[in-house]
């Protein structure tokens, strides 16, 4: 089975810094990889899809890349309302999330 | 406004059977995909079970087959999942989403709770 690894599981920040997640694939995944964030008691809401995609609505602080077997989600200039937790998600094969990156206040 | 809603969660003892169901509404349900997917206390999420648009098929994580059953009533704008042989690792927030092209969801209902314990 695939296996989807992101780092760090958690991540302290300030506002205004600039904040890296990693999403590796155990396999090639193509493009087909998407970002959501979850916050606290709600529903995950998706923020990039086909790796580099911004869904319509997101503010664009927010950006991914990469292709293949690694990804990255980029935020640019962290705002306080982007503390959540961040999960990468696979939809090449078998729609298998991340364990999830939690964005903390430093 | 786009939105799902899900209801049917609760308390169930080990063994026992749910039906969640989830009711779109500000879109054309029937030219979509949906999916379940679940997250147990503190932890990630894992999908669960997906519909096409006019549920004659299906696809489920390899770890619920035979256990969950998903269907759906367009004339209801409706989508159902039927949980038996419940077990303890079953407990989650089951939430109902709307799949875009090739897997991936970009409307969330708000979840429903489901506990399985005696």
């Known amino acids: 089975d695939i296996q989807m690894t992101q780092s760090p599981s958690t991540l302290s920040a300030s506002v205004g810094d600039r904040v890296t997640i990693t999403c590796r694939a155990s396999?090639?995944?193509?493009?087909?990889l998407a970002w959501y964030q979850q916050k606290p008691g709600k529903a995950p809401k998706l923020l990039i899809y086909m790796a580099s995609s911004l869904e319509s609505g997101v503010p664009s602080r927010f950006s991914g890349s990469g292709s293949g077997t690694e990804f990255t989600l980029t935020i640019s200039s962290l705002q306080p309302d982007d503390f959540a937790t961040y999960y990468c998600q696979e939809y090449n094969c078998c729609k298998i999330f991340g364990g999830g990156t939690k964005v903390e206040i430093k | 406004e786009v939105q799902l809603v899900e209801s049917g969660g609760g308390l169930v003892q080990p063994g026992g059977s749910l039906r969640l169901s989830c009711v779109a509404s500000g879109f054309a349900f029937r030219s979509y995909w949906m999916s379940w997917v679940r997250q147990a206390p503190g932890k990630g999420l894992e999908w669960v079970i997906n519909i096409n648009e006019d549920g004659s098929e299906n696809q489920f994580a390899a770890s619920m087959k035979g256990r969950f059953t998903i269907s759906r009533d367009n004339a209801e704008n409706s989508v159902y999942l039927e949980m038996k042989s419940l077990r303890d690792e079953d407990t989650a927030v089951y939430y109902c989403?709307?799949?875009?092209?090739?897997?991936?969801?970009?409307?969330w209902g708000k979840g429903t709770t489901v506990t399985v314990s005696s």
């Open positions: 396999q090639s995944i193509n493009s087909r």
């Open positions: 989403a709307r799949d875009l092209v090739g897997g991936y969801w970009d409307v």
